[in-house]
């Protein structure tokens, strides 16, 4: 026989479908496309191309450069999405820093204010201190004047010896 000859069974494991189908496949084809020997059919190579496109066989170097090609197309608009979405992240995260470098100049301009207000609170304090120290001292001065005056007063009074002497 011709190896170009292919069996029911070969040609079933070769396109990796059941003989069943295959058989069913030869039973459509003229007969002048099968060969039979010994009660084995034989396949010529016309009737294995017809069985190949009635069961819409696509060889595997096909599906391979299809599958390449859609792998391709599928990865570069992947690659299309990815970079748009970086991008947009992107574009997300510097509004972010900008966002945080205004608020980092509000709290420094707030820390400055803080610092201000804490300064006058202490000259505050420290105008109040003198503020008490000055009024004590003042109420002291009061109190000794009050007594000196209490004590002139007494010299200025005549007593009642006096009194009866003019």
């Known amino acids: 026989m011709s190896e ?4 029911i069974k070969e040609l079933a494991d070769e396109l990796g479908v059941s003989k069943k189908k295959i ?23 016309a009737a294995i ?6 069961i819409g066989y696509v060889p595997k170097t096909k599906l391979d450069s299809v599958g390449v090609q859609n792998r391709q197309y ?20 510097n509004y972010l820093k900008e966002q945080i470098k205004n608020k980092d100049n509000q709290i420094s301009v ?21 503020q008490q120290r000055l009024a004590l001292q003042d109420k002291k001065l ?5 007594s000196e005056i209490n004590d002139l007063k007494a010299l200025k009074m005549p007593t009642q010896e006096t009194e009866f002497k003019h």
């Open 110 to 130: 707030k820390d400055e204010q803080i610092k201000s207000l804490v300064d006058v609170q202490k000259q505050t304090q420290n105008l109040l201190d003198q």
């Open 49 to 54: 191309k017809v069985i190949k496109g009635n």
């Open 4 to 7: 170009n000859l292919k069996t």
């Open 142 to 146: 009061l109190d000794e004047y009050k």
């Open 74 to 93: 599928l990865d570069t608009k992947l690659d299309t999405v990815n970079t748009s979405l970086i991008d947009e992240k992107n574009e997300r995260i």
């Open 23 to 45: 058989h069913y496949q030869v039973s459509k084809l003229d007969s002048n496309l099968i060969q039979r020997l010994d009660g084995t059919i034989y396949l010529n190579n």
